[in-house]
């Protein structure tokens, strides 16, 4: 059997840990955005698009960056629970 940090590390938490899928209308909302993305796109100029595209570019940057700092946190946390369970 495996550990648990071996589980998550591999992807696999528990059952109860497990979130559901999204449902149908989450995947509606994205393709609508994805589409009204691509308009805009083509109706944007060559420069414009260039801009846009760096800007999503650095949003992507900075919500990877957010996601790091979340999971140093929580890894922390977890950390220092596991250290007052087992230590000292």
């Not at 059997?1 to 840990?17: D, F, L, R, V």
């Not at 995947?27 to 420069?47: F, N, Q, S």
Request: glycine residues 6%; hydrophobic residues 35%; proline residues 8%.
């Amino acid at each position: 059997m495996k550990s648990t940090i071996t589980a998550h590390y591999y992807g696999n938490p528990p059952p109860y840990e497990r979130k559901p899928p999204q449902p149908a209308e989450g995947d509606r909302l994205y393709e609508k955005v994805k589409r009204k993305r691509e308009v805009l796109m083509a109706a944007m100029p060559t420069e414009q698009r260039a801009l846009l595209e760096a800007y999503d570019t650095a949003l992507d940057i900075l919500a990877e960056e957010r996601q790091r700092e979340r999971f140093a946190e929580g890894f922390r946390v977890g950390l220092r629970l596991g250290a007052e369970c087992f230590g000292e």
